[in-house]
């Protein structure tokens, strides 16, 4: 049966664009992106999803009092196109209670630090300006806290003397994009188990 993702961003989409690869060139089986979710109307991501035919969607925060109407309007779109799986792929906010009991251990973020390290916003920076000798990227699940859900797959890169913060972020970026696909697939493959806060690999 084939696995509905949905995609949240909020811009440039460069992790949809891995993902949406992964699925077109049969790495990522069984699956299809049904919809991309904006909550910024010119995120670049949107465009991706319209140049291969994937429907996308902006949904304005700003046009709901709480943030529970908000997310419960996300929670109809995803609804209606029988979405099994959540990606947050550049999505900057936080998903709220409701949608992650609806979804829980079905939405799965990218964050570009190691954690339980750097967690939240401009996380590359952080990293950066602490000075560690290595970072790296983290596919997670997501809870209710900022970047705490268990830990599916993390990559390790070097951070070298010469490096400015961007080529750090750009280093971390480059495998962002081969880790994210490789949590999917083995999500779809049902090769997942989250035991608490682990997260077990299974063989099938
Ligand atoms: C990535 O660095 C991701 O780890 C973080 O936000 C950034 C999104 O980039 N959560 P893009 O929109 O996927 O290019």
Redesign the pocket.
Known sequence: MTKNIAVL????????QSIINSIESGYIKSSKISVVISDVEDAY?LQRARDHGILDIFIDPLSYTTKQEYERDILTVLKDNSVDLVL????MRLIGKELIAAYSNRII????ALLPSFKGLGA?QQAFEYGVKVSG?TVHFVDEGIDTGPIILQRCVPVLDTDTARDL?AR??EE?HKIFPEAVKLFVEGKLKVEGRIVVHTLH
């Open positions: 961003v909020s811009g440039r989409g460069s992790n949809l991501a947050l792929a550049g999505y973020n990218i964050h570009p590359q990227c972020a971390i970026l962002e």
